[in-house]
T-cell receptor, first 111, second 115 residues
Framework: LAKTTQPISMDSYEGQEVNITCSHN???????ITWYQQFPSQGPRFIIQ???TKVTNEVASLFIPADRKSSTLSLPRVSLSDTAVYYC????????????FGQGTTLQVKP | ETGVTQSPTHLIKTRGQQVTLRCSSQ?????VSWYQQALGQGPQFIFQ???????GRGNFPPRFSGLQFPNYSSELNVNALELDDSALYLC??????????????FGPGTRLLVL
């Protein structure tokens, strides 16, 4: 399973765009990339998932370059409520069931 | 809200005791996975149940066991509790499909404290 590396922490201010980059050099052909958000004492919440290029939903955008060795989660115009831990996961296709979480990136949004 | 519920929300036990945690999966989901999350760490995979059978297990001792019922709800049982078992226990449900790209949706967790 591909290992992911992401910054331990980031700071931002309300209204700014936040980009969190994750590296996954050993990603396999059939792996896809998933991001979760977690608030203290709550379960992780699925944000977005993609395989290549760009994916956008109502919450975020996910940019994946052609070599797929990294990905960037983009949060537009963050607010204080976006303060959370963000996890980047590489998930093999197929019913393996096992999600491997790293330590994630703690995003602190300041007023 | 994901539709995944867990009970109880909080629990305090003493070393050596046994505990049972419960999870109701999201409607239509047939797969349940359990994770342990220690303070300041990411969730760690314990095991997954699919169609009432264990379908993958992480690096946890046999005193961690589980069940899945015909309605796809699930239980996590931990015997001989140790202090290090204190953690947030998370349940995630998903719908296994032929393509295999199911997304896991997490419940709110059960906070277990072992004294």
């Amino acid at each position: 399973l591909a290992k992911t590396t992401q910054p331990i922490s980031m700071d931002s201010y309300e209204g700014q765009e936040v980009n969190i980059t994750c590296s996954h050099n050993n990603i396999a052909t059939n792996d896809y990339i998933t991001w979760y958000q977690q608030f203290p004492s709550q379960g992780p919440r699925f944000i977005i998932q993609g395989y290549k290029t760009k994916v956008t939903n109502e919450v975020a955008s996910l940019f994946i370059p052609a070599d797929r060795k990294s990905s960037t989660l983009s949060l537009p115009r963050v607010s204080l409520s976006d303060t959370a831990v963000y996890y980047c996961l590489v998930v093999p296709s197929g019913n393996t069931g096992k999600l491997i979480f790293g330590q994630g990136t703690t995003l602190q949004v300041k007023p | 809200e994901t539709g995944v519920t867990q009970s109880p929300t909080h629990l305090i036990k003493t070393r050596g005791q046994q505990v049972t945690l419960r999870c109701s999966s999201q409607s239509g989901h047939n797969t349940v996975s359990w994770y342990q999350q220690a303070l300041g760490q990411g969730p760690q995979f314990i095991f997954q149940y699919y169609r009432e059978e264990e379908n993958g297990r992480g690096n946890f001792p046999p005193r961690f066991s589980g069940l899945q019922f015909p309605n796809y709800s699930s239980e996590l049982n931990v015997n001989a509790l140790e202090l290090d078992d204190s953690a947030l226990y998370l349940c995630a449900s998903s719908l296994a499909s032929a393509g295999g790209r199911e997304t896991q949706y997490f419940g709110p967790g059960t906070r277990l404290l072992v004294l």
